[in-house]
């Protein structure tokens, strides 16, 4: 302690408080750091914005809230792949169930929604030898197609007449993909055959409705009863849904159908199957059970699991009947059967050529009036296909009034007067003279 009072420990305190000066070696070597820090400065002012595109962003699983219009960088391209300017995008039931997270193999969020798209190729990556930019396309990605750019392995790209509008192409690619295997590949249907169709107003129902008319096949079409007077002219014969239809089934064909279309799952399982002849096919091609509210409801999930009877091999054996299921999207992205669905969608744009068949669209949407859109589909309110069109305005937002103007201005008047009153500052009213009263006035005068 005594030696921190002395005169030498006071001058070595003294010389430590001093600025030091830096050795001419380590000046000189921090000066190429400076200069690199410039240089990376100067490189980060110098770089040009990465180009922007709107896109329909799921944020979060769950609601309409979850979905945005956002800003996204272009898309980068991959050897075999090609980009897309977007003109028109298909929405399906499945991406209802992607916002909800109720389907598998999904991406973490953010991302980008959409199974399929029409546009116009503006990049042909390497190793792509059947398109060139400029060509009309739809394509069918596993997920990014609602933007104005996609980028698609061009083996899931497929090419469009000249004289097939953008809108009627993205109408055709999923839904008559899917209509024509459940008929043609998996159905076998043929002439006098018997169907009964789920969501026969949707876009796959209306497919299916026309692809029947192609060999005279007998439709049963399940829908709302709201929709009944529209479908009219495309089913035969009409059920409401919900309601127990066996028995009005049984009234035209007592012997059942050849075929049940079931995109519902859930109870109507086991009443397809019982309607069935000897030699029928159920196939199962969606849930829609699943998504009941605006939001995952593991209630829904678990009730129409529960509702599912199994159904053993031996059971299949005696009855002489078969059971069957199609997923588009498993197909081609986790079987790799891109060459398969080209196939198919190459004889759906043959019927279309010749007039065999012809997308029938519900409404057109904005990108920003997506959450509408999802809505419409999900209070099955739609008759054909819902089309997202990026080219489109929004539609105007009605004017929100503004709640509680008049009684603020009345709460601040009687504020004034009470301040005036406390004050002694009131100024009594003083009414104006009649007219009666002015003559009068003018009399006596």
Not at 88 to 113: H, T, W, Y
């Amino acid at each position: 302690m005594a030696e921190e009072n002395t005169p030498v420990a006071a001058a070595a305190a003294a010389v430590g408080d001093q600025p030091q000066e830096k050795s001419a070696t380590e000046t000189v070597a921090e000066q190429p750091k400076v200069e690199g820090n410039g240089k990376a400065a100067a490189a980060a002012v110098e770089e040009p914005p990465k180009p922007e595109m709107r896109a329909v962003v799921l944020t979060g699983f769950g609601g309409l809230k979850s979905v945005k219009i956002l800003k996204k960088p272009e898309p980068t391209m991959g050897e075999g792949e090609v980009v897309i300017r977007v003109k028109a995008c298909g929405l399906n039931f499945q991406d209802l169930m992607a916002r909800q997270g109720v389907i598998e193999s999904l991406p973490k969020a953010p991302f980008i929604l959409g199974f399929e798209c029409s546009g116009i190729i503006e990049q042909v990556g390497e190793g792509v030898e059947k398109f060139k930019v400029g060509d009309r396309v739809v394509a069918l990605p596993e997920w990014r197609a609602w933007s104005e750019l996609v980028s698609v392995p061009a083996k899931n790209v497929f090419a469009i007449p000249d004289n097939l509008n953008y809108v009627d192409a993205a109408a055709l690619a999923t839904n008559y993909i899917v209509a024509y295997v459940l008929l043609f590949e998996l159905g076998a249907v043929k002439p006098g055959s018997s169907l009964i169709l789920h969501s026969a107003g949707g876009g796959v129902g209306q497919a299916v409705a026309q692809l029947c008319k192609t060999v005279d096949v007998t439709v049963f079409g399940v829908a709302s009863k709201t929709k009944h007077e529209a479908l009219k002219g495309t089913i035969d014969h009409l059920l409401e849904r919900g309601s127990d239809y066996a028995a009005e089934v049984r009234k035209v064909s007592p012997e059942g159908v050849d075929l049940f279309l079931d995109c519902v799952c859930g109870e109507e399982c086991s009443r397809g199957y019982s309607l069935l002849k000897p030699m029928g096919k159920y196939i199962l091609f969606g849930s829609s059970n699943i998504v009941t509210g605006e939001t995952k409801s593991f209630f829904s999930a678990a009730k129409s699991w529960w509702q599912v009877d199994k159904i053993s091999p031996l059971k299949l054996f005696d009855d002489s009947k078969t059971l069957m299921g199609f997923n588009l999207r498993r197909l081609l992205f986790h079987q790799n059967q891109s060459e398969y669905v080209a196939n198919i969608f190459d004889k759906v744009i043959g019927l279309w050529k010749d007039g065999k068949v012809k997308p029938v669209i519900d409404s057109t949407w904005a990108f920003e009036d997506v959450g509408e859109a999802m809505q419409k589909m999900h209070d099955r309110k739609n008759i054909g296909k819902i089309v997202l069109d990026p080219s489109l305005e929004p539609k105007p937002k009605p004017a929100t009034p503004v709640k509680g103007k008049s009684k603020n201005a009345d709460k601040e008047k009687e504020k004034k007067e009470e301040d005036s009153s406390a004050n002694g500052t009131t100024t009594p009213e003083v009414s104006s003279p009649t007219t009666k009263e002015k003559e009068k006035e003018k009399e006596s005068s």
